[in-house]
């Protein structure tokens, strides 16, 4: 591999992008919805500023890594911005990692400001510190997580003491009451979704800009189109009182936000939307229930484990 020579070819707009093979690339390697072709493009379309730097890297005809990078101000970034995408990184086989990234900053050798967000631990992070001491690391997020077992109660019993206990109390209070879970009807049914992300907290009202808006309502229709996307919601006594909104992935669900009216609170309607989902993920045979970025409490209370995300940069301190 090492006296393979590879050819690099930058990409400046979406336009000339084969997105069939973009994506035949994500399905191949570990990356996440967040490096399709379709986040990359639509994030760009509304939220890009400065200049796409799309590098595409091939040996032969055969395309083995993307860079999903774009450059404002001299400095180079990877795509997906840090209040949308949970994870950030280029999308490469994983036999051909050290020898994408040596031709990549050979390519950029003009350039000595990178700045990478939001990286998943190994590989990229791996690889660029063999490579490059100029380069500085560190945690800057954590995405926690969960392994999932072979059934649901086996899930339950894993939890804590006092977690078991709170989880089985109030989904007993919740089963006494007329509940069910609903899908979407289509990639339009989302005006709940934004009803009950905007009440929940004043943080995330605040977040759904009109602009924003814009963002989710194209989005949603992009990947439930694609069937990448699972909009469910709890309703209680007849009325949509909790949101959530997933990403499905191989073998995961990437839990990317939700919502509840804040008038069920008395029956924790939020955290049990996760419960009834981490129970559906389960019954489906998936191996991971993802919460993605963030702290939360009730990520915790329902047995997540962290997970460090990594700031790779050559700007400011380390």
């Not at 086996?154 to 006092?162: A, D, F, V």
């Not at 990448?228 to 007849?238: C, I, M, N, T």
């Not at 804040?262 to 229930?289: D, F, P, Q, T």
Request: aromatic share 14%.
């Amino acid at each position: 591999m090492q006296n393979v020579k590879l050819q690099v070819k930058i990409q400046n707009s979406f336009d000339g992008i084969d997105k069939k093979t973009w994506n035949e690339l994500v399905d191949k390697t570990s990356s996440s919805v967040f490096q399709s072709f379709e986040w990359n493009s639509l994030w760009w379309k509304h939220f890009g500023q400065g200049n796409i730097k799309i590098l595409e890297v091939l040996d032969g005809d055969l395309l083995v890594g993307v860079a999903p990078f774009f450059e404002k101000d001299g400095v180079i970034g990877l795509m997906g911005g840090m209040d949308i995408t949970d994870y950030e990184d280029v999308i490469v086989l994983t036999e051909y990692k050290t020898l994408f990234w040596e031709n990549i900053f050979s390519y950029l050798k003009e350039f000595n400001k990178f700045d990478f967000h939001f990286v998943p631990p190994h590989d990229t992070c791996e690889v660029i510190q063999k490579i490059r001491d100029d380069f500085h690391f560190h945690s800057e997020e954590v995405a926690p997580y969960l392994e999932l077992p072979l059934d649901f109660e086996t899930y339950i019993s894993s939890l804590p003491r006092h977690d078991r206990q709170e989880l089985r109390r109030k989904m007993r209070k919740l089963e006494a009451l007329n509940y069910r879970l609903e899908k979407a009807k289509d990639g339009s049914d989302i005006d709940d979704f934004l009803r009950l992300h905007r009440e929940s907290d004043t943080n995330k009202n605040i977040f759904m800009t009109p602009k924003m808006e814009d963002f989710f309502r194209e989005m949603t229709k992009i990947f439930y189109d694609l069937g990448r996307l699972d909009l469910s919601y709890l309703a209680v006594e007849g009325k949509r009182a909790a949101a959530t909104f997933s990403f499905k992935e191989k073998d995961r669900i990437l839990a990317y936000n939700a919502g509840f009216d804040l008038n069920y609170s008395y029956l924790s309607v939020g955290l049990l939307a996760h419960a009834l989902a981490i129970r559906e993920a389960i019954e489906n045979k998936l191996k991971i229930y993802d919460f993605l970025r963030g702290n939360e409490r009730y990520k915790y209370q329902l047995g997540a484990i962290d997970k460090s995300l990594c700031h790779i940069t050559t700007i400011g301190d380390k």
